[in-house]
């Protein structure tokens, strides 16, 4: 279990900061299950479930799947509000709608976020919905939806973590920056000549458990490695960015 640490409350009381226990299982967290409140610099701090830090929803287990309802309850009010007045708006500012008032909040800290597939597909159901809209696709149409994402620009939920964690390991390589993520990660190195060698494969830490595998030190050189190698020997931010669409 995690040590205790206060963070800032998005509730609307008075209260100016909470505690969070985190835990990998909920054996971990039974024996502090019964505390309410935990003094912390002579205060006492009342004990919460979850937590909202720079927008993004933190639960005891860190399974994102509060955060990925609130993103998702958020998204389908404003893709409501696109539904309705849909007809008077051309396809490029539907597209702009949708990706600055639905796509924005889906893909605000998802690639921190390394959440399990049931709670990508909370925020895959909304992008679902906004590509419908914005190509006025009716929901009872049998035209699958992962056509209709390319033509809004939008690649699915998952891809885009993907991308986003791919980009952000290209970038901590080539910059060495920020400093408490490039630490996390390595080269992989053989002691014999091999095909790979020539390769910049990243070395990926051994986890015992899944949850241990979505921190960024395993998750970024497994994305990382599944690359092209066109893609890995990449020198240039925007040579990557060619190759990669």
Same mark, same amino acid.
């Given at each position: 279990?995690?040590?205790?640490?206060?963070?800032?409350?998005?509730?609307?009381?008075?209260?100016?900061?909470?505690?969070?226990?985190?835990?990998?299982?909920?054996?971990?967290?039974?024996?502090?299950?019964?505390?309410?409140?935990?003094?912390?610099? +002579?205060?006492?701090?009342?004990?919460? +479930?979850?937590?909202?830090?720079?927008?993004?929803?933190?639960?005891?287990?860190?399974?994102?799947?509060? @955060?990925?309802?609130?993103?998702?309850?958020?998204?389908?009010?404003?893709?409501?509000?696109?539904?309705?007045?849909?007809?008077?708006?051309?396809? +490029?500012?539907?597209?702009?709608?949708?990706?600055?008032?639905?796509?924005?909040?889906?893909?605000? #800290?998802?690639?921190?976020?390394? =959440?399990?597939?049931?709670?990508?597909?909370?925020?895959?159901?909304?992008?679902?919905?906004?590509?419908?809209?914005?190509?006025?696709?009716?929901?009872?149409?049998?035209?699958?939806?992962? %056509?209709?994402?390319?033509?809004? @620009?939008?690649?699915?939920?998952?891809?885009?973590?993907?991308?986003?964690?791919?980009?952000?390991?290209?970038?901590?390589?080539?910059?060495?920056?920020?400093?408490?993520?490039?630490? @996390?990660?390595?080269?992989?190195?053989?002691?014999?000549?091999?095909?790979?060698? #020539?390769?910049?494969?990243? #070395?990926?830490?051994?986890?015992?458990? %899944?949850?241990?595998?979505?921190?960024?030190?395993?998750? =970024?050189?497994?994305?990382?490695?599944?690359?092209?190698?066109?893609?890995?020997? #990449? +020198?240039?931010?925007?040579?990557?960015?060619?190759?990669?669409?």
């Amino acid at each position: 279990m995690s040590p205790l640490v206060p963070l800032t409350s998005s509730s609307g009381t008075c209260l100016k900061f909470e505690a969070l226990f985190l835990g990998r299982a909920i054996i971990n967290l039974t024996a502090v299950s019964s505390l309410t409140s935990v003094s912390f610099a +002579d205060v006492n701090l009342p004990v919460a +479930d979850s937590i909202r830090v720079l927008g993004v929803t933190l639960d005891r287990r860190l399974t994102f799947d509060n @955060h990925a309802s609130a993103v998702a309850q958020s998204c389908n009010y404003h893709a409501r509000a696109i539904r309705h007045i849909r007809h008077l708006l051309t396809l +490029d500012l539907a597209q702009t709608l949708a990706c600055s008032r639905i796509l924005s909040r889906i893909d605000h #800290c998802n690639s921190a976020a390394r =959440a399990p597939s049931s709670t990508i597909q909370k925020l895959q159901r909304v992008q679902n919905i906004a590509a419908r809209i914005v190509l006025q696709a009716s929901r009872r149409s049998d035209v699958n939806v992962n %056509s209709l994402l390319p033509t809004v @620009h939008g690649l699915p939920v998952k891809q885009r973590i993907n991308y986003k964690l791919a980009v952000l390991t290209f970038k901590t390589q080539q910059t060495s920056s920020p400093q408490y993520l490039s630490q @996390h990660i390595s080269l992989r190195t053989s002691a014999r000549n091999t095909r790979s060698s #020539c390769v910049p494969l990243l #070395c990926v830490p051994f986890r015992r458990t %899944s949850f241990a595998s979505r921190s960024f030190s395993t998750a =970024a050189p497994l994305t990382w490695n599944l690359l092209p190698r066109a893609v890995l020997n #990449c +020198d240039s931010l925007s040579l990557y960015f060619q190759i990669q669409t």
